[in-house]
Nanobody, 115 residues
Framework: QVQLVESGGGLVQAGDSLRLSCTVSTSIFSFNGVGWYRQAPGKQRELVARLTSGGTTNYLDSVKGRFTISRDNAKNTVYLQMNRLKPEDTGVYYC?????????WGQGTQVTVSS
């Protein structure tokens, strides 16, 4: 019933910026939290940023000060603004949303940062 679709990934150079978007098939204010995860080949999927329904944010230490998560409830969309990108930011970025006892995932969008 719940579908999440990411967009906005691409190939950029170190120091550049990207904005990822995640469109959700239902009202995002109905979720306890929304977030972005990323996964590099051979690595575990890791939390990049999370935003609760109350407005609290959490960030991976390595992206603090560079990435910002936000949402537009009217558009059912979650964003991840990524500035001053580094090669170690490369990976597939996945949108995530959760309710009590339920977790939903998008298909992912590739972000590649060259040196």
């Amino acid at each position: 019933q719940v579908q999440l679709v990411e967009s906005g990934g691409g190939l950029v150079q170190a120091g550049d910026s990207l904005r990822l978007s995640c469109t959700v098939s239902t009202s995002i204010f109905s979720f306890n939290g929304v977030g972005w995860y990323r996964q590099a080949p051979g690595k575990q999927r890791e939390l990049v940023a999370r935003l609760t329904s109350g407005g609290t944010t959490n960030y991976l230490d390595s992206v603090k000060g560079r990435f910002t998560i936000s949402r537009d409830n009217a558009k059912n969309t979650v964003y991840l603004q990524m500035n001053r990108l580094k090669p170690e930011d490369t990976g597939v970025y996945y949108c995530n949303a959760n309710r009590p006892f339920s977790v939903y995932w998008g298909q992912g969008t590739q972000v590649t940062v060259s040196s």
